[in-house]
């Protein structure tokens, strides 16, 4: 087959890799991360991805998770849009929605530190990884401190104030291992530092990227994929499923 993979940068080595491994010819598109902060910008871009993709292609991947319900309301078109039963790139970056379940369910007020993630993150944000709880709440607070005091007073409000940082008690750092492992253990560092800083629990996770590997080899079960078919869209389950088709129309 030849596919085509949409997916944010912060996954890029992972859809990489797994692209130069997979039996198939697979394209790769990548697109910034910053969409995430904006999903209804984010959804239209892919949408138009998808749209364009044409009869080259036997499918298109999509290497994201809900993403906020951005993927929400996606349609297939010419050809089947498969993706990933995955609520955020966490759950691709650990392996499994069953990994990522028991991970949320044993330690709710998370946030994750990815390599890929913070070396897409603006120096000194404190938003250098993913927020499990009320992410977008805490960037909302950030925007307004920017625009009222400047970026470097929202910066020092945001610490001080715990606007954030009370949704949290943990900081996880994923090793995917397939980076320089110098540079790894710099990202390493930094959760350390933010964990101690803030008086959160540290803990080091080892990634699985199986998800993103059967993605691009067409290991496409229906226990850990969904495949969306031309006529059909893309609709949050609500449920263990994570996510559905329905008709288009």
Same mark, same amino acid.
């Given at each position: ?9 912060? =996954?890029?080595? /992972? ?6 491994r ?15 902060? !904006?999903?209804?910008? =984010? ?7 998808? &749209? ?17 319900g951005? /993927? ?10 498969v993706?990933?039963?995955?609520? &955020? ?10 990994? @990522? ?11 994750w530190?990815?390599q +890929? ?7 000194g944000?404190?938003? *250098?990884?993913? #927020? ?5 709440? /805490?960037?909302?607070?950030h925007?307004? @401190?920017?625009?009222k005091?400047?970026? +470097?007073?929202?910066?020092y409000?945001?610490?001080?104030? #715990?606007?954030?940082?009370?949704? @949290? ?13 110098a540079?790894? *253990?710099?990202?390493?560092a ?12 540290? !803990? ?12 691009? &080899?067409?290991?496409? #079960? ?16 609500? &449920? !263990? ?9």
């Amino acid at each position: 087959m030849r596919l085509l993979a949409l997916t944010c940068e912060v =996954l890029a080595r /992972a859809v990489y890799l797994a692209a130069a491994r997979s039996p198939h010819v697979v394209d790769v598109r990548l697109n910034r991360r910053g969409l995430h902060d !904006e999903p209804p910008s =984010l959804r239209t871009v892919l949408q138009g991805e998808i &749209d364009a993709a044409g009869p080259a292609y036997d499918a298109v991947l999509l290497a994201y998770g809900l993403c906020g319900g951005a /993927a929400a309301g996606l349609r297939a078109a010419s050809i089947p849009l498969v993706v990933p039963r995955a609520h &955020d790139c966490i759950t691709l970056f650990l392996g499994s929605r069953a990994r @990522y379940t028991t991970e949320f369910g044993e330690h709710p007020g998370t946030f994750w530190y990815v390599q +890929d993630y913070v070396e897409r993150t603006d120096d000194g944000s404190p938003f *250098a990884g993913v #927020g499990a709880v009320s992410d977008a709440e /805490a960037r909302a607070t950030h925007a307004e @401190y920017v625009a009222k005091y400047g970026e +470097d007073n929202a910066a020092y409000l945001m610490e001080v104030l #715990g606007a954030w940082r009370s949704h @949290y008690d943990r900081a996880a750092f994923v090793e995917t291992g397939i980076a320089d492992p110098a540079a790894a *253990a710099v990202v390493e560092a930094r959760a350390r530092a933010d964990a101690d800083r803030r008086g959160w629990a540290f !803990e080091k996770l080892a990634g699985e990227l199986v998800l993103v590997r059967r993605l691009a &080899d067409g290991d496409w #079960g229906p226990d850990d994929f969904l495949v969306v078919h031309p006529g059909e869209r893309l609709a949050m389950s609500y &449920d !263990e499923g994570v996510v559905r088709a329905e008709p288009a129309g």
